[in-house]
């Protein structure tokens, strides 16, 4: 049966009849192929518009309907409800842009006409391939698994519980609260962390949506947004979490000592231990790697004195295996080695600090009890912090870490408060301070005293070494005078109009701001969950701009520093703004809508050359048997809702290419590398394009102005 | 180039002699009122949008330009481009996302790496390779939309129309994915 097709012209008041001759052009349209009605309207748009075309397209019997209006990117979604209000597929339709794209665009109104009837022609002509699409749905899984437990992970994990949803927490550390945990207070309040944090941990721990996994590791992601499928693995704490109440019994009678790794190595741990005090959940652990009972056997000191019978030594590694919609990757990060930079002489000469291990001297329940001591003992008079350590620089990280300046500053807020008597000098070269809070943070430091900003000309050019028990800092100075800073005088200054001065000054404690790398275990991350990482390591988010928090991998959202360096206030953004990307995604009750413009493979055609596999930007590509966790549940026969019928699958099925309809989004790159042309990218397939292609070509207008030259030719 | 936003302007043959200096040899009475047919692959995203804008701040382009919509620069098969010339193109033209804003990653750079080569195929079938073109240019990019269409339509006009000697090579490409 002959398609019937209905053309609609849109004068758009005035803005296309004027330019373009539409008497002409509904002639012409009238005399295509196919074509049974042809009319034009003063506003199609509008509520009268688009009762004309629902009315004609129920009394004229038409099939397929071309509308030559504005951009489809103004009115395509108006126009495919209308179809569908009249009982035709959406996609059977082809909007024409003779608005934008001709009446708009050309002031010669003989042209414009011209032009107007070939994309007619050729809409008419590529309408008769269009076929009707469906979006299909499928049901989903609303649990959602949130990898790390710092504060990206738990803003992540408290929002989804919010809607009573299940969440998976897991955690590698045997403790919740990440990096932020281990800080005394944070900037630009000066807050105290833990009466930040410690209410929001509480939470997590007694939220009955979450499910804790601490010491757990994941091994192996399979499947798709909605329907995902991950292994655990659970390492055994040997100690009974339910019975266990963190007393710390078991410490004082381990014998085996080790550095202890949450306060950077600068003091030491029992093999049984709670990390740091006020550690949640408040159980202890045992490293087995160091414990005596485990690498010489014999040793049961812990489980002979702890008084609730908590220690079992036989508990072993568990592998559980969880089926979620959705994934937040907040993994953190780690800080740059300063051993890798030699002129800070890290690791040879004494008091020089990372700012994570200042960070833990300045706490608390840290090594020295929050004071600030030198080795010997006593305080330090004179502190150097030296800025961008790793950062801004083309031999490291090119990146500015956009967090250094900040703590930097806090560390001298409190080194001022601790010990008002000591100088302190900034070394930096220039500051970040963006934000409503930052500079007043800066400027609160300009009035109290012993605080002094060296700008340094190049902080590559520093240099440490050790004299006489202090640290002796080698630098070329550009200090403008700090009125300039005050008052934010002549801002980017030039390097060559201010002398510089090549000077040394000695210091008893110096403290590195050590630049955010990607976690050391990012790389591992980045293959099990198949997501990219861009130069520096970070997770690469899915559009820098408009979608921060999710990854090219639907149902895989990123949050915190895992994604890039981040303050804690936009990492808790982010981590609610994953949290709510899979709330308005995976909805109780609802099925999951897929695209319908997606490619597919022709199973007769395709040679399993596996060309297409390697460029889907998704990874929706597999060349994988149906019975595959990757392939849609739908195709696996299992729940058999739409190849159902089809039962057994073929044998040659198994060495092609699938496609993966939730994954796929239809842009078309496949099919156009598929050298088999097994593969049809819906809605744009070689058929539609190349109809279109000879209706722009093949009209009077092409011949007219192809002159004779076609006809020898 | 002085923005040429009249259609007749650029179509005059004085326009013409001051930026050649002289027609093609002994093609002069065809060229005289020769009007190339350039089809331009815009994808959805970024370049389709700057069209549109261009529109909307009505710019001027010439009407030789006719446009198709693909999802993405990278589904621009080089099959497409044969098809245009065997059925009358004297230029093609690709137009995506400038590199890194690809709504689909690197679906420009796709298109990039067939342009190429398919630049090197284009020779062997006679057809002047620079009567394709591949450009990137963004949604907010309207001026730049018109400049390199003109520009295209420009230097096609220049080159003449399109003989395929070998019409019948290319007409043998389209055959194995007719039923696509």
Known sequence: ?713 | MTKQSHHSEIASPSVRNDKEGCFRKGNKAIMSSFEPKIIGFLCNWCSYEGADSCGRARKEYPSNFVVIRVMCSGRIDPQFILEAFKDGADGVMILGCHPGDCHYKEGNFNALRRYTLLKKMLKQFGIEEDRVKLDWVSASEGDKFVRVVSEMVEKVRVMGPLMLIQKKQLKNHREHRGNL
């Open chain 1, 1 to 713: 049966m002959a398609e019937r097709i209905g053309v609609f012209v849109c004068e758009c008041g005035p803005n296309i009849k004027e330019a373009i001759d539409l008497d002409t052009v509904v002639t012409f349209a009238q005399g295509l192929k196919n074509v049974v009605m042809v009319k034009s309207f003063n506003l199609l748009c509008s509520e009268a518009g688009k009762k004309l075309i629902e009315e004609n397209i129920t009394k004229n019997n038409l099939t397929r309907v071309v509308i030559a209006a504005c951009s489809p990117r103004e009115h395509e979604h108006t126009f495919k409800k209308v179809l569908s209000n009249a009982g035709l597929n959406p996609y059977l339709l082809q909007l024409v842009n003779i608005r934008e794209q001709c009446a708009w665009v050309i002031k010669n109104k003989t042209l414009a006409t011209e032009k107007a009837k070939a994309m007619i022609q050729a809409a008419v002509e590529r309408v008769i391939h269009h076929e009707p699409l469906e979006s299909k749905d499928l049901e989903c899984q609303m649990d959602a698994l949130v990898v790390g437990a710092g504060i990206a992970g738990i803003s992540a994990a408290l929002t989804l519980a919010q809607k009573n949803r299940k969440v998976y927490l897991v955690e590698k550390s045997p403790v919740i609260g990440g990096k932020v945990a281990l800080y005394e207070k944070v900037f630009p309040t000066l807050e105290c962390a833990s009466c930040v944090l410690d209410p929001v941990l509480d939470k997590v721990l007694h939220n009955e949506q979450i499910e804790l996994l601490t010491l757990s590791e994941i091994q192996e992601v399979l499947g798709f947004f909605g329907n995902f499928i991950v292994k655990v693995k659970k390492n055994a704490r040997c100690v009974d979490t339910k019975t266990c109440i963190g007393c710390g019994a078991c410490f004082e009678v381990c014998p085996a000592k080790v550095k202890n790794e949450y306060n950077e190595g600068l003091d030491e741990r029992r093999a049984i231990y709670i990390p740091y005090a006020g550690a949640l959940p408040n159980v202890a652990v045992i490293d087995r790697e160091h414990c005596l009972h485990f690498q010489t056997e014999g040793c049961n000191a812990c489980q002979n004195t702890c008084p609730f019978s908590s220690i079992n030594y036989e508990e072993n590694d568990e592998v559980q295996e969880l089926r979620v919609g959705a994934i937040v990757l907040a993994t953190g990060f780690d800080v740059f080695d300063p051993k890798r930079a030699p002129r800070y002489g890290y690791g040879k000469i004494d008091n020089v600090y990372t700012s994570l291990e200042f960070e833990r001297l300045l706490n608390s329940n840290g090594p020295t009890g929050g004071k600030i001591l030198l080795k010997n003992g006593q305080p330090p008079k004179k502190i150097a912090l030296i800025h961008c350590v790793g950062s801004r620089t083309r031999e490291y990280n090119e990146y500015c870490s956009g967090i250094c300046c900040m703590y930097s500053l806090k560390f001298a807020h409190m080194v001022n408060e601790q010990l008002p008597d000591s100088s302190i000098s900034e070394f930096y070269s220039d500051f970040c301070l963006p934000g409503k809070e930052s500079q007043g943070f800066f400027n609160n430091l300009l009035d109290k005293n012993g605080i002094e900003f060296v700008r340094v000309k190049d902080l590559d050019s520093i240099k440490f070494s050790e004299k006489k028990g202090k640290i002796l800092i080698q630098y070329k100075t550009i200090n403008p005078p700090s009125s300039t800073l005050l008052k934010g005088g002549k801002r980017g200054l030039q390097d060559k109009n201010i002398p510089e001065t090549l000077k040394s000054d000695p210091f008893d404690m110096v403290v590195l701001s050590v630049a955010i790398e990607a976690a050391k275990d990012a790389q591992d991350l980045a293959r099990i969950f198949d997501i990219p990482q861009g130069k520096d390591g970070f997770f690469t988010e899915e559009h820098t701009e408009l979608s921060p928090a999710s990854t090219i991998k639907e149902g895989i959202f990123i949050a915190g520093c895992a994604q890039g360096p981040k303050d804690v206030q936009s990492t808790v953004t982010q981590g609610q703004a994953a949290a709510g990307n899979i709330l308005s995604r995976l909805i109780h009750g609802e099925k999951l809508v897929l695209e319908a413009i997606t490619a597919t493979v022709d199973e007769d055609l395709c040679s399993g050359c596996k060309i297409c596999i390697g460029l889907c930007p998704y990874k929706a590509i597999t060349y994988n048997s149906p019975e595959s966790p990757h392939t849609p549940l739908w195709k696996r026969g299992a729940e058999g809702d739409f190849e159902g019928d089809k039962g057994g699958f073929s044998d040659k099925k198994e060495n092609l290419a699938t496609i993966n309809e939730v994954l796929c989004r239809g842009c078309g790159i496949c099919a156009a590398a598929c050298p088999s042309g097994a593969i049809k990218a819906k809605h744009f397939t070689d058929k539609q394009i190349f109809a279109e292609i000879e209706g722009l070509l093949n009209t009077n207008y092409a011949k007219t102005s192809k002159m004779s030259l076609r006809g020898t030719g």
